[in-house]
């Protein structure tokens, strides 16, 4: 007999990717990618059709029977009363929403936002997004009538709704739904209370247009015209981390262009600093993170200016003791988000005739890039949320150097996890559990684990400095 099959997409920034599962094992049977135009304004329409694309090169899902959608976080995808949409979706990464960001915070306070929502409002989040809409292009904030974010969206128009002509089953709003992942993300619900504060959903745009319905972790949004389950999704990071198998005492570090420090919590935190987001995640637990604009391109820089590749990078960074000898990089080559110094540079401390060498700068770079993100977990620390282990992903977590020197950055056990495609895999986790009723338990067997191997001096030489 056919094993049953599920599917998970992550709809990225830069790509669409649909991954295949066996459900009992966890097991890729198969994949599919297609590329997303680059921009931090994008036509929901080319989401679309690169999900379409993908699920033709993972050879469909005739024979899957459900399916999950992670996405991107944050992004305003605006629809009018016909289920068109009304522009281009604003993304996470576009900031012309900061000023405005702050104008909120101004009004509300900061403490407010916190003790409301979890979060307090940047550039990033939906409700700026919607004051910048509403104060900028008004005409096409009059035609709002929902508000919808990206893995919402594609999760609608796969179950078949959609403009009237170019769907199944029509403009039907109410039938818009999301997970609280990514409501979280929004800065108008609250992890804390399950809910939509409405108030601050109409202090950010003037009213109140339809939002989608939040989901259960558990919970099926729906089927495909074909009869297909689909899954309630999730945001990108809460994705990564049920792909991750993470539960509360697990961090998780993510080392790609930019750097996200989050751990999984059994209560809802409150920081009104800003620096640590109090998201929910896709398990029923909470998603504290902190973002660092600084990481895998950090290891790039330097790699280029000694002229070497990044295997032979990570040699020479073995080759010097820990510490560097005394060479410290504070890593704010794009300057940084978490501490907020959007105009700060990278800066090399420490500088000797012993410290000036290709493997001392091989090491201070590595060293400098993980204690920015043992900050960020100091962070979440700081909102007395604790952590037993990291874990470390992304494209960097693969250089052989990051998970040795790792191990002696942080005071807990390090693991590089030899999943393939998290975010993906946890969206196919979601939907085997829409399916079945019951989280699937997949094993990692390729999992790579370094034991505690703690150099103070790292930490203290880089506080020292920085």
């Not at 599962?21 to 097991?27: E, K, P, R, S």
């Not at 576009?94 to 403490?111: F, H, K, P, T, Y």
């Not at 936002?113 to 910048?132: E, Q, Y």
């Not at 979440?380 to 494209?395: D, F, H, K, Q």
Request: aromatic share 6%.
């Amino acid at each position: 007999m056919p094993p049953t099959l599920v599917a998970g997409v992550d709809s990225s920034t830069q790509s669409c990717k649909v991954t295949v599962h066996d459900l009992a094992t966890g097991q890729v049977i198969r994949s599919g990618r297609a590329p997303h135009p680059a921009g931090t304004e994008v036509d929901p329409a080319s989401w679309w059709a690169a999900l379409q694309e993908a699920i033709v090169d993972a050879g469909g899902l005739d024979d899957v029977s459900a399916v999950s959608v992670a996405a991107q976080q944050h992004g305003l995808v605006a629809l009018d009363a016909r289920g068109e949409v009304v522009r281009d979706a604003l993304l996470w990464n576009d900031v012309r929403s900061a000023g405005v960001a702050a104008d909120l915070v101004a009004e509300v306070g900061a403490e407010e936002f916190a003790r409301r929502v979890g979060v307090v409002p940047v550039a990033s989040f939906t409700a700026a997004k919607l004051r910048w809409l509403q104060e900028h292009e008004p005409a096409n904030a009059a035609r709002v009538a929902a508000v919808a974010l990206p893995h919402d969206w594609l999760s609608w128009r796969l179950r078949g709704y959609g403009p009237a002509g170019d769907s199944v089953r029509g403009p039907d709003l109410d039938a818009l739904a999301t997970d609280r992942s990514d409501a979280s993300g929004t800065a108008y619900w609250s992890p804390a209370t399950g809910a939509y504060d409405l108030d601050l959903l109409a202090r950010a745009f003037g009213s109140v247009p339809v939002v989608p319905r939040v989901l259960a972790p558990d919970e099926r949004m729906g089927t495909t015209p074909a009869g297909l389950v689909v899954g309630a999704g999730l945001g990108d990071n809460a994705g990564g981390a049920l792909g991750l198998g993470a539960t509360p005492g697990d961090a998780v570090i993510s080392i790609g262009t930019s750097g996200t420090v989050f751990a999984v919590a059994e209560q809802a935190i409150r920081d009104p600093s800003g620096v640590v987001a109090g998201f929910a995640d896709g398990s029923g637990h909470y998603l504290p993170l902190v973002a660092t604009l600084n990481a895998a391109r950090v290891l790039d820089a330097i790699a280029g200016l000694l002229g070497v590749g990044h295997e032979e990078l990570a040699r020479l960074a073995l080759a010097a003791p820990p510490g560097a000898r005394g060479l410290v990089l504070q890593p704010y080559f794009e300057g940084e988000r978490t501490p907020n110094l959007p105009d700060a540079t990278a800066t090399l401390f420490g500088m000797s005739l012993a410290s000036t060498r290709r493997e001392t700068l091989a090491r201070a770079a590595v060293e400098g890039l993980l204690c920015s993100l043992a900050e960020g977990l100091d962070a979440i620390g700081r909102c007395e949320v604790g952590a037993t282990r990291v874990l470390l992903i992304g494209g960097a977590a693969r250089n052989p150097a990051v998970g040795r020197i790792a191990a002696q950055v942080f005071d807990i056990p390090v693991e590089v996890p030899g999943v393939e495609e998290a975010v993906a895999r946890g969206a196919a986790v979601q939907a085997a559990w829409a399916l079945t009723g019951a989280r699937p338990s997949w094993d990692d067997a390729q999992a790579q684990t370094f034991p505690v191997d703690h150099r103070a001096l790292i930490r203290e030489q880089y506080t020292a400095h920085c």
